[in-house]
């Protein structure tokens, strides 16, 4: 092999579904070496339960480099224990970070003695380089968008030329030039930042390689079919101050051509047998022309497929037409993913998800004659959130599931990410900016944080007690009949139902035993 690349688990503990998505983000940037020649080794923990065996046969052969992808939260211990493990055995083989963390925070993540060089950004054409250049021994200078130590050690160069003295993606992309490595005033070598990389055009990206991967191991029965994960566009033009995707990709939102989409789906079919699609797209309907175009070629492809996800928002469910939405049917759309966020006009404006309210029952209502499944996304814990915030969000998850006997909920808790706005205002409020990269595995979007400043005590109260509850209010039960659930699971999430609701409806989170107990024997897939 001449490249080893590792996909992290992002989640432990026993699962009651099956969850498991294809490594997109180790797939983009392996293709282009591969339809090269190059050999190419994945391999994935959270999929392959055969990981460690496959990682100890990898570590009998030296390839050109190690590369990690890597999210903010725990899957970071699990990336550096694999990096660890990596260096005692090829100490002078580079390791390479990439995916939202390291692009985010590259120094700080230089600083850790497990990570040699940090991809920035997309990594399809910088990472082709990147491998070329260590390959053949060339400078890494002139491979655009890296960060990279110099003998092994790294210190905070690039922070001097940034007024604020911020770290991350978001500095270095608007202010710091591309530069040698600079020493600091003890003389020691420093970090080099290559500068940006523009954008990849999409149009341009040849199919993915997926006999990268085993396939049996990604097959996900979701309405009866088994699904598969694809992507036709990156970014969002929205401004949401919680998420990552302003920051990284600088609200650019850049797609595939409706052609281009299909024929990928039907290569996907012939080659695989893959009747079902996930659409990993972070907003698919930024541009509804393409979005009916894509669908209007499924249909008149006789694709025959189900797609089990498109995340969209609730503006334009409100702009679909009722012939927009037949062929959303006609094209195998089962449903959607709608983030809604909160029930508090307040909140709402604060991390300027720029929707109101009532838009929200608008298109609640107009989805109901229609046999999709739209999936409400909420969060708790958001900075200033009060428990009268929490319980409007709670009532407004509550009506939803019951106006819609199709729809469902999920709730998971706010996690402060780097770089980004809400961020900000959490270290306003007194959070500690971790200090070190494996700090940052403590943030954890199932589990408030030991410090939550940006919260009232009496919030954390109501979020960490109802967290668990609140997986079992909606007509499934915790159990939705598109996805295959453990039996076991079935008949305990039923008698359970009756004690979570009445924990949710009354906001009652005394003697939260059952929450102590799931999350002490690993009952449920969790972020740790």
């Given at each position: 092999m001449d490249v080893l690349m590792f996909n992290p688990a992002p989640r432990s503990g026993w699962k009651a579904q099956r969850r498991v998505e294809v490594p997109l983000s180790l797939l983009a940037p392996a293709t282009p070496l591969d339809r090269q020649g190059y050999r190419i080794k994945i391999i994935d923990q959270y999929a392959d339960p055969?990981?460690?065996?496959?990682?100890?046969?990898?570590?009998?052969?030296k390839p050109i480099c190690f590369a990690v992808t890597c999210m903010t939260g725990p899957q970071i211990n699990r990336a550096l224990e694999v990096s660890k493990a990596f260096k005692e055995r090829h100490?002078?083989?580079?390791?390479?970070?990439?995916?939202?963390?390291?692009?985010?925070?590259?120094?700080?993540?230089?600083?850790?003695p497990y990570v040699d060089i940090v991809?920035?950004?997309?990594?399809?054409?910088?990472?082709?380089?990147?491998?070329?250049?260590?390959?053949?021994?060339?400078?890494?200078?002139?491979?655009?968008?890296?960060?990279?130590?110099?003998?092994?050690?790294?210190?905070?160069?690039?922070?001097s030329e940034l007024t604020d003295g911020s770290l991350g993606l978001r500095v270095l992309g608007t202010r710091a030039r591309a530069a040698p490595a600079r020493t600091d005033s003890n003389g020691k070598p420093g970090v080099h930042w290559t500068g940006e990389r523009p954008f990849v055009v999409l149009d341009e990206q040849?199919?993915?390689?997926?006999?990268?991967?085993?396939?049996a191991l990604y097959r996900r029965r979701l309405f009866g079919a088994d699904h598969f994960s694809i992507n036709t566009s990156r970014g969002c033009v929205f401004r949401c101050s919680f998420c990552y995707d302003p920051v990284l990709h600088k609200r650019k939102w850049r797609a595939m051509n409706p052609g281009t989409v299909i024929d990928h789906l039907q290569s996907i079919v012939r080659d695989f047998g893959i009747q079902g699609f996930n659409f990993t797209d972070d907003h698919f309907f930024v541009d509804m022309d393409r979005a009916y175009a894509i669908m209007e070629g499924i249909v008149r492809a006789n694709l025959k497929i189900t797609i089990s996800k498109l995340h969209t928002r609730v503006q334009n469910i409100c702009r679909m037409d009722d012939d927009f939405l037949k062929l959303m049917v006609r094209a195998g759309v089962k449903r959607f993913t709608i983030g809604i966020e909160?029930?508090?006009?307040?909140?709402?404006?604060?991390?300027?998800?720029?929707?109101?309210?009532?838009?929200?029952?608008?298109?609640?209502?107009?989805?109901?004659?229609?046999p999709i499944v739209p999936v409400y996304l909420f969060m708790m814990g958001l900075p200033t959130e009060t428990p009268e915030d929490l319980a409007?969000?709670?009532?407004?998850?509550?009506?939803?599931?019951?106006?819609?006997?199709?729809?469902?909920?999920?709730?998971?808790?706010?996690?402060?990410?780097?770089?980004?706005?809400?961020?900000?205002?959490?270290?306003?409020?007194?959070?500690?900016?971790?200090?070190?990269?494996?700090?940052?595995?403590a943030f954890n979007y199932r589990k408030v944080a030991d410090h939550a400043p940006w919260i009232s005590p009496e919030t954390k109260r109501l979020v960490m007690g109802l967290d668990f509850p609140l997986m079992f209010i909606g007509k499934g039960h915790f159990v939705t009949p598109y996805k295959k659930t453990n039996p076991l699971v079935v008949g305990l999430a039923k008698l359970y139902h009756p004690v979570?609701?009445?924990?949710?409806?009354?906001?009652?989170?005394?003697?939260?035993?059952?929450?102590?107990l799931v999350k002490a024997l690993g009952l449920f897939a969790r972020q740790d």
């Open positions: 055969d990981w460690r065996l496959e990682f100890l046969k990898a570590l009998d052969h100490p002078d083989v580079p390791i390479v970070w990439g995916g939202i963390h390291a692009s985010l925070l590259p120094e700080q993540t230089l600083a850790n991809v920035v950004g997309e990594g399809e054409a910088t990472f082709e380089e990147l491998v070329k250049a260590i390959g053949s021994k060339s400078p890494l200078g002139g491979v655009r968008g890296i960060c990279y130590k110099e003998d092994g050690k790294a210190v905070a160069t690039i922070q040849p199919p993915l390689s997926y006999h990268l991967v085993d396939m909160s029930g508090s006009q307040r909140i709402l404006d604060l991390i300027k998800k720029d929707m109101k309210l009532p838009r929200v029952m608008e298109a609640s209502r107009k989805l109901v004659p229609y409007a969000t709670i009532r407004l998850a509550e009506r939803l599931v019951e106006e819609n006997p199709r729809a469902c909920k999920s709730c998971n808790i706010y996690t402060p990410y780097p770089g980004t706005e809400l961020y900000e205002l959490a270290l306003e409020m007194g959070l500690e900016a971790p200090r070190r990269l494996e700090d940052w595995a979570a609701k009445y924990r949710v409806r009354n906001l009652d989170t005394r003697f939260p035993i059952e929450t102590h």
